[in-house]
């Protein structure tokens, strides 16, 4: 409750050129990780809606709740401001970019942490408009996707963390039953990882945990929403 709106909104602001309304004195913004020029920056503010949701789903504290609502607003606001599909405190380009070779600190890491935050307030604290939210930035990432080769896109995991968005899609499929989210869990799925796996070959010395375990758990979550014994026993190996 002690955090400003206005500094969680921040980077939500900046990328959608809404900054320009703010009329108050800049005071403590965030810094390390999620400072106005960290490449990550806004990551934050997923954790904090998730976190908020949880907490009112437990204490009903609903001081916490408009606050974390007056949030997800806002988060359409910036929505709207790009056009419908991109919600996230980051370039669109550091996406594209990932997608033709250049580095960037794992964007696809810090959409999935919004995504994550704004599906807690929907799953836990009954935001309808939170899972708006989601429809338009799935429908980006089914464009976006959609025009990538499976090489390539393995490129991309390869170069940057995709944090739990396979588990993501797997969620929010559960939720809303539309078949293109499936599709997005079946894209993220990181061949490179789980074919070997599947053929009982340990491809998991030297590789970063914080990105393998999300990504088996990506696995598991499309086992569960899908029933095919493939994902189990690529989590099985």
Not at 63 to 84: H, M, P, S, T, Y
Request: with cysteine; proline share 4%; glycine share 8%.
């Amino acid at each position: 409750m002690e955090l400003r709106e206005e500094n969680l909104l921040f980077p939500f602001y900046t990328e959608a050129g809404l900054n320009g309304r703010l009329n108050y004195k800049l005071e403590n913004l965030h810094g390390g990780w999620d400072a106005p020029l960290s490449q990550i920056r806004g990551t934050f503010t997923g954790h904090w809606l998730s976190a908020a949701a949880r907490i009112y789903n437990e204490t009903k504290e609903r001081r916490l709740k408009a606050k974390a609502d007056f949030i997800v607003a806002e988060i359409a606001r910036c929505q709207e401001a790009n056009g419908g599909g991109w919600a996230f405190p980051i370039p669109e380009k550091f996406l594209y970019g990932l997608k033709n070779g250049r580095h960037f600190w794992a964007p696809q890491y810090v959409c999935h942490k919004v995504m994550m935050g704004l599906l807690d307030m929907y799953l836990f604290a009954g935001n309808e408009q939170a899972l708006e939210i989601l429809r338009g930035c799935a429908d980006w990432f089914y464009r976006f996707t959609g025009e990538i080769s499976r090489e390539v896109m393995s490129d991309m995991m390869d170069l940057e963390e995709t944090g739990g968005i396979m588990e993501f899609w797997g969620d929010l499929y559960a939720v809303t039953k539309d078949p293109r989210h499936l599709e997005l869990a079946r894209r993220y799925e990181r061949p490179r990882l789980t074919e070997p796996l599947l053929q009982n070959v340990d491809v998991l010395t030297n590789f970063h945990a914080n990105m393998t375990i999300p990504e088996i758990q990506g696995c598991a979550r499309a086992y569960e929403v899908t029933g095919e014994e493939r994902f189990r026993r690529i989590v099985e190996s």
